[in-house]
Each structure stands twice: as structure tokens, then as C-alpha cells.
């Protein structure tokens, strides 16, 4: 089964046609033509200052014919590879003109990570926002001193370097990358908006992966058919008697560790609250893109078809998550819309408990953060 999934996470690298397929085209081109000739010097024979070793001379004609499909086979990888490198370097992704536009953020101490542009040199270049979003909070410095400082900085980005980025490199894609608190990523996702074209980096943390401590380019990860069919459960506050009631609505999303939406019913002073999951909960399980969009569209549904129509009266959306951050970003980005109730509150989960937040609001380009006091 791993083997199966290794050739279909190969086949959908190449079916992207990007840069990273040319070279994935061109290391397995390489790898096969090499094999080949190795396996083809055995078959016949070899010679070293007059010693001749010769292996099975009078065997079938099969190996060789083998032997030689799989060298042509591996040179006709390895050339289609070059011709793609060629074709994204002068007019693809990697050309001057078509390069992502880098936005690196940094919140948590231990999210030691090269930057975005640093390790993708071909495809994306940096965009000088690299100081303005490195927010981790410094020795010593208070809570409220952190997340003041964290939320000017998200609110200036918003209000400077994104204009002048979408003034003038909009033909530039932008290039996401964070490995930072959920409600950082929330709120980048969420001023950046889809209103442009944006590609997610993820960092994968999971030390039982391959890939581990290395960026992923989502575009690059293949679907695995998850959804949140039949995974949402909803909570009412007791103090509820209808519908009409429910002012304050909240989403616990939890796709990569658990957390308890009774606690966060309770704890943020909600009036409802409804459970959103995946069936396999780990870290690293949402980095596909399209499974991403598939999952983001799926909530959105749930959202403008079935919860607030059901609770007409909501003023304002509660929301933690456990996933990805890329995941996050994007979901932020699809929730800034004018349907959406004007206030957006994105909390930080730590030890089953939500000790500060983020305030937000569709078409707005301002951060605030909030301590409640009743922690």
C-alpha cells in the first residue's frame, strides 16, 4: 500500500506540469537509464587490462531487450524533464514575470524555518515583508505587550505592504508560509483574502514523515478523499431557549488534534457551538490543496445553507482550530465575505483552554486581540 502510494503522490507531482514535476521527471529519468546501463554491463560484458568477465552469454535475448526498454524509457523521461525545466524557466513559473511574490510569518519561538524564497530559488523571490511578520514574543516581553505589538504589525502589513503589493506586483502570485499561532495564520489568510491569486506553503512538523521539518508545496499533495460528512455535531448553551437566541455562534474545527467544544462553549460565553472533524485526526493530514478548497467548501455549506439560516439572529463567529496552518490561512482567506456577521473572533488553544484571541471583520484591514479576564 505505501508503494502504491508513492507512485500515485509521483503521478500527481507530474500531472501538475510545474517545475517541481520537470525535476521530479528528470531525477527518475536519471535513475532508470542508470539502473539500466548498470544491470546492462552485467548481461554482457566487461574488461579490465586484458581480463574479460563475461555474465550469462548464452542466456535469452529477454534481459537485454528488457535492458534496453528501460534505457529508453529513463532517456525519454529524462527528456521530457528537460523540456518542461526549459519551458518553466523562460516562460513558466520560474520566469522573471511569472515568480510568487514571498510573505513569511513567524509567531511561535521553536518555528525555526528558512524562508519561503530561500528554498524555493526558482520559483519564488523575495517581497521585503520578512522583518514586518516575524512576531515571535521576546524574552520577557508581557502577554499584552506581544499580542499589541503582533496585532499593529498584521494591521500595518495590511494597510502598506499588501497594497503596495497589489498595486504593484498583482500579476505576481503570493506565496504563504507560517509557522506561527492559528490566530496569525487566521488573520494573514484572512487581510490577504482570495481576492488575488495565492499559493499555501506548509511546514511539516511530523516527525514520522519523510518530509519532516521541510516546506510542502500544497499543490504538490494529492487528495485522500477526506470530508467532513457526517463529522459535525452541534452544542446549545443551556441558557438557550430558541433559535432567535443564538447571537454568538461557534465552530470548533478540529482536524489535526481534538480539543472539547463543550469547554469552548463555555469558556468564550457561547450560545452555540458545532463540532467539525475529520475521521483520522493527526498531524500533516490537510496539506493537499484540493482537499483543502474540497473541505473549505464543504464548511462553507454548512455554514450559508444550514447555520445561519437556522440562526438568523448571529452577530458573531467563535472560531478554533487545530490544523494546518496553510489549511488555516486558506479558510480565513475564503471567510472574509460581506455575508459573513461583521465580527470574527479566532482564539489560541492551549491546554484545553483559549487564553486570548483575535478580533476580525470582513472588508476591514484592522487586527485587535483581546485577554478575557474570566480565565
Same mark, same amino acid.
Request: charge should be neutral; glycine fraction near 6%; include cysteine.
Given at each position: 500500500?505505501?508503494?502504491?502510494?508513492?507512485?500515485?503522490?509521483?503521478?500527481?507531482? !507530474?500531472?501538475?506540469?510545474?517545475?517541481?514535476?520537470?525535476? /521530479?521527471?528528470? %531525477?527518475?529519468?536519471?535513475?532508470?537509464?542508470?539502473?539500466?546501463?548498470?544491470?546492462?554491463?552485467?548481461?554482457?560484458?566487461?574488461?579490465?587490462?586484458?581480463?574479460?568477465?563475461?555474465?550469462?552469454?548464452?542466456?535469452?535475448?529477454?534481459?537485454?531487450?528488457?535492458?534496453?526498454?528501460? &534505457?529508453?524509457?529513463?532517456?525519454?523521461?529524462?527528456?521530457?524533464?528537460?523540456? @518542461?525545466?526549459? *519551458? $518553466?524557466?523562460?516562460?513558466?513559473?520560474?520566469?522573471?514575470?511569472?515568480?510568487?511574490?514571498?510573505?513569511?510569518?513567524?509567531?511561535? &519561538?521553536?518555528?525555526?524555518?528558512?524562508?519561503?524564497?530561500?528554498?524555493?530559488? %526558482?520559483?519564488?523571490?523575495?517581497?521585503?515583508?520578512?522583518?514586518?511578520?516575524?512576531?515571535?514574543?521576546?524574552?520577557?516581553?508581557?502577554?499584552?505587550?506581544?499580542?499589541?505589538?503582533?496585532?499593529?504589525? &498584521?494591521? +500595518?502589513?495590511?494597510?502598506?505592504?499588501?497594497?503596495?503589493?497589489?498595486?504593484?506586483?498583482?500579476?505576481?502570485?503570493?506565496?504563504?508560509?507560517? =509557522?506561527? +499561532?492559528?490566530?496569525?495564520?487566521?488573520?494573514?489568510?484572512?487581510?490577504?483574502?482570495?481576492?488575488?491569486?495565492?499559493? *499555501?506553503?506548509?511546514?511539516?512538523?511530523?516527525?514520522? /514523515?519523510?518530509?519532516?521539518?521541510?516546506? =510542502?508545496?500544497?499543490?504538490?499533495?494529492?487528495?485522500?478523499?477526506?470530508?467532513?460528512?457526517?463529522?459535525?455535531?452541534?452544542?446549545?448553551?443551556?441558557?438557550?431557549?430558541?433559535?432567535?437566541?443564538?447571537?454568538?455562534?461557534?465552530?470548533?474545527?478540529?482536524?489535526?488534534?481534538?480539543?472539547?467544544?463543550?469547554?469552548? &462553549?463555555?469558556?468564550?460565553?457561547?450560545?452555540?457551538?458545532? %463540532?467539525?472533524?475529520?475521521?483520522? $485526526?493527526?498531524?500533516?493530514?490537510?496539506?493537499?490543496?484540493?482537499?483543502?478548497?474540497? !473541505?473549505?467548501?464543504?464548511?462553507?455549506? @454548512?455554514?450559508?445553507? %444550514?447555520?445561519?439560516?437556522?440562526?438568523?439572529?448571529?452577530?458573531?463567529?467563535?472560531?478554533?482550530?487545530?490544523?494546518?496552518?496553510?489549511?488555516?490561512?486558506?479558510?480565513?482567506?475564503?471567510?472574509?465575505?460581506? +455575508?459573513?456577521?461583521?465580527?470574527?473572533?479566532?482564539?489560541?488553544?492551549?491546554?484545553?483552554?483559549?487564553?486570548?484571541?483575535?478580533?476580525?471583520?470582513?472588508?476591514?484591514?484592522?487586527?485587535?486581540?483581546?485577554?478575557?479576564?474570566? *480565565?
Amino acid at each position: 500500500m505505501l508503494l502504491f502510494d508513492i507512485i500515485l503522490d509521483f503521478l500527481y507531482v !507530474i500531472a501538475q506540469r510545474r517545475l517541481s514535476a520537470a525535476r /521530479k521527471l528528470m %531525477q527518475v529519468g536519471l535513475a532508470v537509464a542508470g539502473i539500466a546501463l548498470g544491470i546492462g554491463s552485467l548481461v554482457f560484458s566487461m574488461s579490465f587490462n586484458g581480463i574479460v568477465l563475461t555474465a550469462d552469454t548464452n542466456g535469452s535475448t529477454v534481459s537485454p531487450i528488457l535492458i534496453n526498454t528501460f &534505457l529508453i524509457i529513463g532517456e525519454l523521461v529524462l527528456v521530457a524533464g528537460i523540456v @518542461l525545466e526549459i *519551458y $518553466q524557466q523562460f516562460w513558466g513559473e520560474a520566469s522573471q514575470a511569472n515568480r510568487a511574490k514571498s510573505v513569511d510569518l513567524r509567531s511561535l &519561538l521553536k518555528g525555526s524555518a528558512p524562508q519561503l524564497s530561500k528554498v524555493f530559488t %526558482q520559483t519564488i523571490e523575495g517581497s521585503g515583508t520578512r522583518k514586518s511578520l516575524y512576531l515571535q514574543q521576546q524574552r520577557d516581553e508581557l502577554l499584552n505587550d506581544w499580542l499589541d505589538r503582533s496585532s499593529e504589525s &498584521l494591521t +500595518h502589513f495590511a494597510q502598506n505592504e499588501l497594497v503596495e503589493l497589489n498595486q504593484h506586483e498583482s500579476e505576481h502570485p503570493l506565496a504563504l508560509g507560517a =509557522i506561527a +499561532h492559528v490566530p496569525h495564520c487566521f488573520a494573514l489568510g484572512f487581510l490577504v483574502a482570495n481576492r488575488r491569486l495565492v499559493n *499555501y506553503y506548509c511546514w511539516d512538523r511530523d516527525s514520522k /514523515k519523510e518530509e519532516k521539518s521541510r516546506w =510542502i508545496d500544497c499543490r504538490d499533495k494529492r487528495t485522500r478523499g477526506q470530508s467532513i460528512s457526517g463529522e459535525v455535531k452541534g452544542y446549545k448553551s443551556n441558557n438557550i431557549c430558541s433559535e432567535k437566541e443564538v447571537k454568538k455562534l461557534g465552530l470548533s474545527i478540529e482536524f489535526s488534534i481534538p480539543s472539547d467544544p463543550e469547554v469552548f &462553549l463555555e469558556k468564550a460565553g457561547l450560545d452555540a457551538v458545532y %463540532q467539525i472533524k475529520l475521521p483520522k $485526526q493527526y498531524i500533516g493530514n490537510l496539506f493537499s490543496e484540493k482537499e483543502q478548497v474540497k !473541505i473549505i467548501s464543504e464548511i462553507r455549506e @454548512l455554514m450559508n445553507n %444550514q447555520l445561519l439560516k437556522k440562526y438568523s439572529s448571529v452577530e458573531e463567529l467563535h472560531i478554533t482550530i487545530t490544523g494546518q496552518n496553510s489549511f488555516v490561512m486558506r479558510f480565513a482567506a475564503d471567510l472574509n465575505q460581506n +455575508h459573513i456577521p461583521k465580527v470574527i473572533k479566532v482564539y489560541h488553544f492551549e491546554k484545553n483552554d483559549y487564553p486570548w484571541f483575535f478580533n476580525l471583520s470582513p472588508n476591514s484591514d484592522v487586527v485587535n486581540f483581546s485577554v478575557p479576564t474570566n *480565565y
